[in-house]
């Protein structure tokens, strides 16, 4: 079998230790090239215009143009790029700032190498790596986030079953098992749920299904963090 193709990795971080523990953590796992660094939210649109790297690790908070308008800068010229928030702060209004300004994931600083490693993998493949303790954040401040939810275009029975296991975190494998699916099958099931709710990544996917009640938020599982 052919070795899987290493990910091409923007770490973004303003401060110079976060980025020497890059550096030192990713040369260590051969999966992952970090092929740049950015030291504000400026600095990471040019390197993301300059490099096309397939994921980028933000920090939100950084001075002159912070990670979360730089998701947003990134995202609205490149909407298929991936760009995972990564900060100490798990806070409603962060966790949903970014996942509206088009971040595909969000984790908490501290989560290890191979933790780390592996999200990124996750992100690259489509999927979407959330803590599970954002992704109650998420849940909880979106189950009244409006007035009238937006319309639901017709799910059918299976959609609604995958949303429901997209809402516990499951990878797109995962989700196949439990459905008796390809993951190419999932990732179709999925595109087309985002064609029917009007959005494209499986953050905004997730967000939509929650404002739907689609997904329950009392019905996350437990939190391993």
Not at 23 to 47: K, M, N
Not at 99 to 106: D, L, P, S
Not at 118 to 140: F, I, K, N, W
Not at 208 to 221: E, F, G, K
């Given at each position: 079998?052919?070795?899987?193709?290493?990910?091409?990795?923007?770490?973004?971080?303003?401060?110079?230790?976060?980025?020497?523990?890059?550096?030192?953590?990713?040369?260590?796992?051969?999966?992952?090239?970090?092929?740049?660094?950015a030291s504000d939210g400026a600095e990471a649109v040019e390197a993301y215009a300059r490099l096309r790297p397939d994921v980028v690790l933000m920090d939100l908070q950084m001075?002159?143009?912070?990670?979360?308008?730089?998701?947003?800068?990134?995202?609205?010229?490149?909407?298929?790029?991936?760009?995972?928030?990564?900060?100490?702060?798990?806070?409603?209004?962060?966790?949903?700032?970014?996942?509206?300004?088009?971040?595909?994931?969000?984790?908490?600083?501290?989560?290890?190498?191979?933790?780390?490693?592996?999200?990124?993998?996750?992100?690259?493949?489509?999927?979407?790596?959330?803590?599970?303790?954002?992704?109650?954040?998420?849940?909880?401040?979106?189950?009244?986030?409006?007035?009238?939810?937006?319309?639901?275009?017709?799910?059918?029975?299976?959609?609604?079953?995958?949303?429901?296991?997209?809402?516990?975190?499951?990878?797109?494998?995962?989700?196949?098992?439990?459905?008796?699916?390809?993951?190419?099958?999932v990732k179709q099931y999925v595109a087309r749920i985002g064609d029917k709710l009007g959005v494209t990544s499986r953050t905004q996917i997730l967000v939509r299904a929650i404002?739907?009640?689609?997904?329950?938020?009392?019905?996350?599982?437990?939190?391993?963090?």
């Amino acid at each position: 079998m052919a070795p899987r193709p290493r990910i091409r990795l923007l770490a973004a971080d303003d401060d110079p230790q976060v980025r020497a523990a890059y550096r030192d953590l990713f040369a260590h796992h051969p999966e992952v090239e970090l092929v740049g660094e950015a030291s504000d939210g400026a600095e990471a649109v040019e390197a993301y215009a300059r490099l096309r790297p397939d994921v980028v690790l933000m920090d939100l908070q950084m001075p002159r143009v912070s990670g979360i308008d730089a998701i947003g800068q990134i995202h609205q010229r490149w909407p298929d790029a991936i760009v995972v928030a990564m900060t100490t702060f798990g806070t409603q209004e962060y966790v949903v700032a970014a996942i509206r300004a088009g971040a595909a994931g969000y984790l908490i600083k501290g989560v290890g190498g191979s933790g780390l490693t592996t999200a990124l993998r996750q992100a690259v493949a489509g999927d979407m790596p959330l803590s599970s303790t954002v992704r109650r954040e998420l849940a909880a401040v979106l189950k009244g986030d409006a007035a009238s939810p937006p319309p639901q275009r017709d799910l059918t029975p299976r959609e609604t079953e995958l949303l429901r296991w997209l809402g516990h975190g499951f990878t797109n494998a995962q989700i196949g098992a439990r459905m008796h699916l390809s993951e190419g099958s999932v990732k179709q099931y999925v595109a087309r749920i985002g064609d029917k709710l009007g959005v494209t990544s499986r953050t905004q996917i997730l967000v939509r299904a929650i404002q739907l009640r689609v997904v329950d938020p009392s019905d996350l599982p437990p939190i391993h963090d």
